[in-house]
């Protein structure tokens, strides 16, 4: 950490206040003056807000960002990040210096404001997702830490059009996050022009209003009146089961002649002459370090719980029928003896069986309703604070939050997704429920784990892996009851896979998981009944695939591979088979030093048209994936 | 068409309005039960609402479904198929026999309602979706065909937690659109227990109302007050600027005595004994058949012109530098000579260049604000009404429709949607702006579309490709401006390919597109002063990809491949071309018939970690896909 250049106590005089708030906007137009982008002006409107919260309403120890008792503050608007890096500056955290390297290669004063910078919780830029980030934090503050931390949020006008905004206000009116305070830098100016709403404050409030929070309407840039509005949404905090909106009417490029209010300059950084004379305008450079307050000590006895005490899993006999999502909630029920693991469900626990969790533990169940944006959101959040979060819902609707779990990834928040009801094996509901699309979002998630298990024992085994993998974990899940294969003893773990069938005289090798596995099971049973022997491998790691196994057994069939998956043929377990090939060790044979490249036979059995309802075996025949399609696929090969 | 059993004018007094309500309950059950699934008590729920509407306000032909007069009913809540088919039957479109094909393999009355019936607009069951694109069609109608068509929503109280349905709330208010009624069938059960809400009717109507709608609370099994409501609700379609919302206090399973309000039957259908117990307290069954009023005429002249004259393209200089997202905003504007081309924005027009459409066609430019999924489900509503859309956005911000797209297949609309800002070239903003699986996520859409220019003239013919295309189509564009490569005499069609360098010493074939072709250029130039020849190809159809150019170029190097992607490695060209190869037509050398499969040797250079901020130069080189890295994989693969 740099050393203050001036060291002062928190400003409260109103005087010293604006020349924070004037400290803030000329470090944030140097900082992207210097950078040569980034939005200056969308940092300028909420100065003054920002300003007087840093002086006198957070409580953070900079020293210390993992302090359970620090309040969280996410800028919700992330392109705002000039005033937030000026901010940890004006707290003495970071140099002057280090504040010149906004966007440049290598400093970790990105473009926007990721959890590369210790005081970030998770990364913003796409827009609406810090207040329902926010909204996971104050869950677990309130319903699990049992901490008095407050989660502010700085919120861009142009972001409250988004759904997932409002995803937040209804939860968080619902779970009565009285901790949660928004901050509405209504600047009026989008990135092309006005709002939706423009200064219309009152809409705004009325709005948060019906969705259970409190509200206060305020200009942003009376100082006096943001100290009485934070004052105000503070006291409602200790007592007050509401959330506080607080819509502050501001200016864009507020303080500056030639950028206050006026469009045109969202995202645009003055050049030096400019900036020169911005400065001036502004008053000159200050150079105000502020003594950011501490928290107070967490309760005597205090400690977020991690131990993991060893798990009784659920156990399933080899030829009943299980399915996979049953396993999937045995499961996480027992995990729910690890007291940090969480679940959180869309309104279909019955379906994904996340209720037996919530039978177990109801306390660390959070109800999310039809809002996966959130839920995901919510995970996020429950991340920041160091729990194992599980959710889930139907695959196909996790497609919904895909930008969350995205962006999730870059906020390096360890997720466990789990997405029933895949492929069009679920039957008669037809193809708006079938997720045929979740491999491929899953696998192209920067550092993902993509699981995807056949029998109920194998799926503990993986869910448990799954509560001890970074990252973003997702396993898929089968709604049709299947037969249990493997026994509770053996060991499954993620990047591996299971030699189903072997012999000396396999001709052609096929790779399936989940409910395909068990159509190749009877593929076999009737290629061996004609005499043709067939090695048969569950690929239930989907990410990361195992290559070797994959590339071992390609050789001993000559190349001749049949891959079936109940997914579309893009992006799922037959491209990550190829890919597998690409990037096989080449000890396995590819590439040199393995003998050179090996000759591939594929052929690719995937959903191609648009499934209709039907039961499940006629959905899976119609598409080419059944039995009957892999048998006739395998004798092709070798005709 | 079936013809009706026992004609009837349409019922109007209140024993006759029962009647028909009853015989809706009694042929949802009939048909779930018979299908042995869907669900019959969210039917019942919605029942006199349906029956009311059907008999007294729906303008509906159901011998010309593409009437333009007629009225738009859409069940957002599309898990009450059994209601909406009951309703065919009852207007005498569907037979009593179709009626029980339900959910049956190879009937057109699915689990949830598709497109494939000729009065269903477009598909459900993926909630909050129905309101959104509700407000694509009303928009059309309002400010385009300008008919008096209204558009009837059927809202379920659980998607009222879904973001996107405050997004259409949002959109409807600021576009006032009064020809837009949404009835909430507020039956107080979700899937797994009591929604948010529950029965607080209140709540609704002041969020609604705060969204600038007109609202109304009833109790929704009191046919006088339904009756009542929407002749309120039609006559304030006929003056006013204002969406009316009726909240409809329903019950679930209402009319029997043991589904009626009570848990645990959501998506449960009755046994053949419960179904005749059902049927007695309902009162029996009827075989009322509803005249359902038919619109008026369009006005005399009207018609919706689709007359294409010959386009003015945008022209672009060799060895000029412009991007290729500035082609694509040209060339919309070019396109605006087309009538019924459309322009959707979700506040970025001026970085995706949609602006200058809007420059020239401001009338068919409508801003979505920044809410992706309304913009995405606005786009599925004027495909209904038959008009062209074009929906642009940062690519990363297209992963926030997913959900949206992937039901826009099924709703089987044609959809043209560009994303800009694609993968790390677009340098200083950093991960959360830049697109990295939306290759992936676009490939994995049935029956998709994916370009990924790297020129404007390219772009600019790839962009009226797009116009005539049917399905969902994709068009990745660079931020940063490069050098025009290709004449705009050049022809580039869909599934097409472009070598860009050849000879007969060819040792090694590169694959690249977009941003990476322009770095695969400065490496063949070095790599041809090393006297190594490559084999260049522009594979600007990611999707379909030419697997006959790509296996011919791979036949005459040896198998050696070398494929670049500003994208994760998953689903994105690398795996496009590796499924091309699965795939490649057998006389091009694959498979039997073509001399036997083909043994690729390829290197597959993609972005592995997560990027962060810096110039386009430095992150190309940092994620390995700039020219030096593609230069040495070349040197590599002949070492």
Not at 83 to 92: C, E, N, R, V, W
Not at 175 to 195: F, H, P, S, V, W
Request: hydrophobic content about 40%; overall charge negative.
């Amino acid at each position: 950490m740099a050393a203050p250049t001036t060291p002062t106590t928190a400003p409260t005089s109103t005087e010293q206040l604006h020349n924070l708030a004037q400290q803030l906007r000329i470090d944030s137009i140097r900082a992207s003056t210097a950078a040569g982008s980034g939005h200056p002006t969308s940092s300028m409107s909420a100065a003054d807000l920002m300003a007087v919260l840093m002086s006198k309403y957070l409580r953070y120890d900079f020293d210390d960002p993992q302090n359970p008792m620090n309040d969280h503050l996410i800028f919700s608007k992330g392109h705002a990040s000039p005033l937030l890096y000026s901010m940890f500056k004006a707290a003495g955290a970071i140099s002057d210096a280090e504040l010149l390297t906004f966007r440049k290669f290598g400093s970790r004063l990105q473009g926007h404001p990721t959890p590369a910078i210790p005081w970030v919780d998770v990364a913003t830029g796409s827009l609406g997702q810090g207040l329902p980030i926010g909204v996971g934090i104050a869950l677990a503050g309130k319903y699990l830490d049992k901490l008095p931390y407050r989660i502010w949020v700085l919120l861009g006008d142009s972001e409250m059009a988004e759904g997932s905004i409002w995803e937040a206000f209804d939860h968080a009116g619902h779970y009565a996050l009285g901790k949660l305070i928004g901050i509405l830098d209504m600047n009026r100016l989008g990135q092309r022009g006005e709002t939706d709403l423009g200064w219309n404050s009152a809409a705004y409030a009325e709005r948060a209003h019906a969705f259970g929070w409190h509200t206060l309407e305020i200009d942003g840039h009376d100082l006096a009146a943001v100290d009485q509005a934070f004052a105000e949404a503070e006291k409602e905090s200790e007592h007050s089961g509401q959330p506080t909106l607080i819509v502050a009417r501001t200016m864009k490029g507020r303080g500056v002649s030639f950028l206050e209010n006026k469009e045109g300059w969202h995202g645009k950084t003055l050049d030096e002459e400019q900036a020169r004379q911005a400065i001036q305008e502004l008053g000159g450079e200050h150079q105000i370090t502020v003594q950011v307050q501490k928290p107070g000590s967490a309760p005597a006895g205090w400690s977020q719980p991690h131990n993991h005490p060893k798990l009784e899993l659920p156990t399933y006999k080899a030829g009943d029928k299980v399915a996979t999502r049953k396993a999937y909630g045995d499961t996480l029920a027992a995990l729910g003896a690890w007291p940090d693991v969480v679940a959180l469900d869309g309104e279909v626990s019955n379906s994904t069986y996340s209720d037996e969790f919530q039978k177990v533990m109801p306390d660390r169940f959070f109800e999310m309703y039809i809002a996966e944006q959130q839920m995901v959101a919510a995970a996020v959040g429950f991340s920041v604070r160091h729990y194992i979060p599980f959710a889930s819902t139907f695959a196909a609707f996790l497609s919904r939050a895909y930008d969350f779990i995205r962006m999730g990834a870059i906020s390096r928040a360890n997720l466990r997704l789990c997405g029933s009801h895949a492929g069009v094996s679920i039957g008669e509901d037809g193809p708006s429920q079938m997720a045929l699309e979740d491999l491929a979002m899953m696998r192209a998630v920067c550092g993902s784990t993509v699981l995807y298990p056949s029998d109920p024992n194998q799926t503990a085994q993986l869910v448990v892996a799954m509560a001890g993998q970074d990252g973003i974990s997702f396993l898929r899940t089968t709604r049709e009851k299947t037969t249990v294969l493997y026994p509770p003893e053996e060991k499954f773990t993620i990047g591996g896979s299971k030699v189903v069938r072997q012999s000396d005289k396999d001709q052609v090798t096929v790779v399936a998981a989940g409910i395909t596995l068990h159509e190749a099971i009877k593929a076999c049973d009737t290629l061996q009944g004609e005499g043709i022997a067939v090695r048969l491998i569950d690929a239930y790691s989907v990410k990361p695939i195992d290559s070797r196994t994959l590339h071992e057994a390609a050789q001993a069939t000559q190349g001749r591979l049949v891959v079936v998956e109940d997914h579309w043929p893009q992006g799922g377990l037959g491209e990550a088979v190829l890919e597998g090939f690409v990037n096989a060790p080449a000890s396995a044979g590819n590439g040199e030093g393995g003998g050179g490249p090996m000759a591939l036979q594929m052929t690719h059995l995937a959903v191609q048209g648009m499934p209709t309802s039907g039961k499940p075996e006629e959905l899976l025949d119609a598409a080419g994936i059944s039995a009957g399609h892999i048998a006739s696929a395998v004798r092709a090969l070798i005709k």
